[in-house]
């Protein structure tokens, strides 16, 4: 399943601005999705996730209070929506597919498959 990320763009700080997961092929409704995002010459990390059902989601501690992450099963989307966005959140942001059997956080890389081409997120004025 590969995965698509839109909604990307620039942004000045304190913006907002909503991010969309989704699949051309096929559903999404039974996998934990995480969102992830590299910033200029730094490690990707772990921004949110959400469990299959929705019911439990995760925010990294830079994040909470300014993001929510949500999913619509009827339209196949994981959004993420970013407000009071700073220029520490620039970079890249990228969804990915949480493997059977594991949980989030932690945000373990290996055990997330299909990521997307990422999209990117500049904070700016």
């Known amino acids: 399943l590969q995965l698509v990320e839109s909604g990307g763009g620039l942004v000045q700080p304190g913006g907002s601005l909503r991010l969309s997961c989704t699949s051309l092929e096929g559903t999404l409704r039974y996998s934990l999705i995480g969102w992830f995002r590299q910033a200029p010459g730094k490690a990707r990390e772990g921004v949110a996730c959400?469990?299959?059902?929705?019911?439990?989601?995760d925010l990294t501690d830079s994040v909470q209070g300014r993001f929510t992450v949500s999913r619509d099963h009827t339209k196949n989307t994981i959004d993420l929506q970013m407000n009071r966005l700073d220029p520490d959140d620039t970079g890249t942001y990228y969804c990915?597919?949480?493997?059977?059997?594991?949980?989030?956080?932690?945000?373990?890389?290996?055990?997330?498959?299909?990521w997307g081409q990422g999209t990117q997120v500049t904070v700016s004025s």
């Open positions: 959400i469990s299959s059902s929705g019911a439990r989601t």
């Open positions: 990915a597919r949480g493997l059977a059997s594991y949980t989030c956080p932690p945000y373990d890389e290996s055990t997330f498959a299909d």
